[in-house]
Nanobody, 118 residues
Framework: QVQLVESGGGLVQSGGSLRLSCAASGGVFKFGVMGWYRQAPGKERELVATILPFGKRNYAEFVRGRFDISRDNIKNTVDLQMNNLEPDDTAVYYC????????????WGQGTRVTVSS
């Protein structure tokens, strides 16, 4: 059974940075897409960034060069470095595997909350 465990969320001021991490277990991940999605209060879950096993990335337009997704295929981890955070980035961030660069798979983590104060 696939398990995804996120960490690294928290409270940060506008303009600050956070790094989210996701550790995957219970499956073969090195050949699959890994990614991050987010859900803000009252909104639908949306794609933030995804990454193929050997580096091709896809970012949502709202990222605008502020975030960087990376992965370690040996450790089965995927990280999201978020810089220049804005209040609109406030959301619960979820790790995901099993999908494509543009759509999520069925494996979700429990989420980690990010709050950006103005």
């Amino acid at each position: 059974q696939v398990q995804l465990v996120e960490s690294g969320g928290g409270l940060v001021q506008s303009g600050g940075s956070l790094r989210l991490s996701c550790a995957a277990s219970g499956g073969v991940f090195k050949f699959g897409v890994m990614g991050w999605y987010r859900q803000a209060p009252g909104k639908e879950r949306e794609l933030v960034a995804t990454i193929l096993p050997f580096g091709k990335r896809n970012y949502a337009e709202f990222v605008r060069g502020r975030f960087d997704i990376s992965r370690d295929n040996i450790k089965n981890t995927v990280d999201l470095q978020m810089n220049n955070l804005e209040p609109d980035d406030t959301a619960v961030y979820y790790c995901n595997t099993g999908g494509t660069l543009y759509t999520p798979g069925s494996n979700w983590g429990q989420g980690t909350r990010v709050t950006v104060s103005s």
